[in-house]
């Protein structure tokens, strides 16, 4: 069963670019990143690897298309 979301938490899909942008993009502490968005800074610290890693290596081969629309 899933739990409810807390009135002012942000959707997980939306939240988890968010959580990594802060820390990346904005320099916010792991700490800080981790309480704004309620979760641990466990979490926070791989959210923002991940997120570093994609912006470094570009888009997953399995989601480039080609110009025919064509997975590559």
Request: with cysteine.
């Amino acid at each position: 069963m899933a739990h409810p979301a807390h009135a002012d938490a942000e959707p997980a899909p939306n939240g988890r670019p968010a959580l990594a942008r802060c820390i990346v993009e904005h320099g916010r502490p792991l700490y800080r990143a981790a309480e704004r968005f309620q979760g641990s800074h466990t979490t926070a610290r791989r959210r923002a690897h991940r997120f570093h890693t994609a912006i470094d290596d570009g888009p997953p081969a399995s989601r480039v298309t080609d110009l025919s629309g064509q997975n590559s």
